[in-house]
């Protein structure tokens, strides 16, 4: 009998590349692909950071019972957004893989699944190349006034005082960026950082710096130097108890008057109406946010009106070099479970 395997893909991580990484690796024969294609991101998935339906469940897609039911007999499962909790499981007796084209199987009740004896496994990195040089976008964004010119020009306003030195913005040569999370994209942020010339510094209690780092005078140094220090402050952590929040109303009150603060990582880390009071008052001179603690942000958001604000949709991953990766990376898992292979990135 072929073994079943359900991919439930959606209009950015498509089923049909899903399907076709998998079929390149493993060869058609001996395997019966089934497809489902869910409407992310023309329609927004849920988010369990604001509460969930799903105890335990964070940015997911799909209502359950239809997920249950599309995967059925399958034994392996390729997905991006559909969740998987411990109720599906007791459905579907017969599921023993799962792959998660995402850095982090947020969909997943990781508990249940051990319980199941279902392995789960995910595509680590997958966008970091995509958000690193993303955030470097940002940041050039917010220090060389590019949003304020480009508003400016488009709504009939030629902003020619933007030229004047009391007002025009600094290179990043001159300029201090401080990287707080040092992982898969904190290190990608670091290295197109230094071709720029500037000062690094990264915060992250549970790293160690690479050697060629260290060599090229990158700082590790604790959260509160480097708020202290840093023209620019750059988000790469993960959402956990320990920094859910955790730029906060304190956090702030100790960056340097006048900073940047970027956010390509994720909403819950970040207390809003703290930075919202930040860049109301002056305290930082700007920000650029890809992520929101509720995802799309309501029209009446107060960040919303704030003119020394840029806002992005949740883009910063968004690449189809990303696409591929991850494809490739879970066709890679799905061979090596049919091999009798370990896997490379079990959760």
């Known amino acids: 009998m072929p073994k079943i395997i359900a991919i439930v893909g959606d209009r950015f991580m498509l089923p049909s590349v899903f399907a076709e990484r998998i079929t390149a690796a493993c060869g058609s024969n001996g395997i019966d692909i089934r497809i ?86 995910n ?28 508003e400016s020009l488009r709504g009939g306003e030629w902003r020619g005082d933007l030229y004047r030195a009391d007002r025009t913005g600094r290179e990043l040569g001159e300029m201090t960026v401080g990287i707080v999370g040092y992982g898969a994209i904190g290190t990608r942020v670091v290295k197109l950082l230094k071709a720029f010339g500037c000062r690094i510094l990264v915060a992250d209690p549970y790293v160690q710096l690479s050697v060629q780092d260290r060599n090229d005078g990158v700082e590790h140094v604790g959260l ?17 108890a320990e920094t859910t929040g955790f730029i906060d109303r304190a956090a702030l009150a100790q960056v340097k008057p006048g900073a940047i603060f970027i956010n390509t990582a994720r909403g819950p880390l970040v207390d809003y109406t703290a930075l919202y009071e930040a860049l109301s008052t002056g305290r930082l001179g700007g920000a650029m946010l890809d992520t929101f603690a509720v995802e799309p942000v309501p029209a009446d958001w107060p960040l919303l009106q704030l003119p020394n604000v840029t806002l992005t949709p949740h883009i910063a991953g968004a690449s189809l070099r990303t696409v591929t990766i991850a494809a490739d990376q879970a066709a890679e898992e799905v061979r090596r479970y049919l091999a009798g292979e370990p896997p490379l990135n079990p959760c």
Do not use: C
């Open 123 to 150: 595509t680590p990195g997958r966008n970091a190349s995509a958000v690193a040089e993303f955030t470097i976008g940002a940041i050039l964004a917010e220090t060389r006034l590019i949003r304020s010119g480009h």
């Open 36 to 121: 489902l294609e869910q409407p992310w991101p023309d329609e927004p998935m849920e988010h369990g950071y604001a509460g969930s339906k799903l105890d335990g469940l964070k940015e997911f897609m799909g209502d359950p019972d239809e997920v249950a039911d599309f995967i059925g007999d399958a034994a392996l499962l390729v997905t991006h957004l559909a969740p998987i909790s411990r109720s599906m499981l007791q459905r579907l007796p017969k599921l023993k893989f799962i792959a998660v084209s995402r850095g982090g199987p947020v969909n997943i009740d990781m508990q249940a699944a051990r319980d199941h004896k279902v392995l789960v496994v």
């Open 224 to 240: 509160s130097k480097l708020l202290a220090r840093a023209d620019v402050i750059s988000l790469h952590a993960r959402v956990t």
